[in-house]
């Protein structure tokens, strides 16, 4: 059964630095990861994707990079601001099942 | 991606009563999920409803509990029956996992049982 782990479960930060994010999962045979942001009582907004076959993705400030033989993958987030404050969410998506880990907390204060 | 709407957003209901949940799909998709965030915690998933079948359902949620409708290619409901407040969370409705597009997500329903 995959298990997918978030590191670290809260993380407050000053607005303008940068953070990575962790996310490992214990079974290697993927077809795609998938990283999402959800605020408070709210639903999940898709970040980027990553397909199995790819190493990253890039979108504006946001790198995510897999390494899916060791069963990582990292979020970096660039130059923080308070609009980034969030949870961020990994998911793994095997054989017909999605698969997502605690989330990581993040607070950007000004 | 597909865009989904979801509604209601959020509802406070009395314990015993039911509530329906609706998410429409702006493009026809074979099978739609059902999840449930209780607070605190990740996702998990409900079931899975295709069209013109029986839904799906995880270990531990039965279809009595959590009737879903799937009349046609673009909607789906997820009843939540004879609530309790430990059916307080939120439902999310999600399409995608074909054609390595990733998942969507409806915009979610904050459900308070008291």
């Known amino acids: 059964k995959q298990e997918v782990t978030q590191i670290p479960a809260a993380l407050s930060v000053p607005e303008g630095e940068n953070l990575v994010l962790n996310c490992s999962f214990t079974?290697?045979?993927?077809?795609?990861l998938q990283w999402f942001r959800q605020d408070p009582g709210k639903g999940l907004t898709s970040l980027l994707l990553i397909q199995s076959s790819q190493r990253e993705q890039t979108s504006g400030r946001l790198n995510a990079s897999l390494d899916k033989s060791s069963g990582r993958s990292t979020l970096y987030i660039a130059a923080s601001q308070p609009g980034d404050s969030a949870t961020y969410l990994c998911a793994v998506e095997g054989y017909s099942t999605l698969t997502f880990g605690k989330g990581t907390m993040l607070l950007v204060s000004p | 991606s597909a865009v989904i709407s979801q509604k209601p957003s959020r509802d406070i209901c009395q314990r015993g009563t039911s509530l329906t949940i609706q998410c429409q799909v702006d493009s026809q998709v074979t099978m739609m999920f059902w999840y449930r965030q209780q607070p605190g915690q990740s996702l998990t998933l409900i079931a899975t409803?295709?069209?013109?079948?029986?839904?799906?359902?995880e270990s531990g949620f039965v279809i009595d509990k959590f009737p879903i409708s799937r009349p046609n290619l673009t909607f789906s409901t997820l009843t939540v029956s004879n609530m309790s407040p430990e059916d307080s969370s939120i439902y999310l409705c999600s399409v995608g996992g074909t054609g390595g597009g990733g998942y969507t997500f409806g915009s979610g329903t904050r459900l308070t049982v008291v």
């Open positions: 409803a295709n069209q013109g079948s029986e839904a799906t359902y």
């Open positions: 079974d290697s045979a993927i077809y795609n």
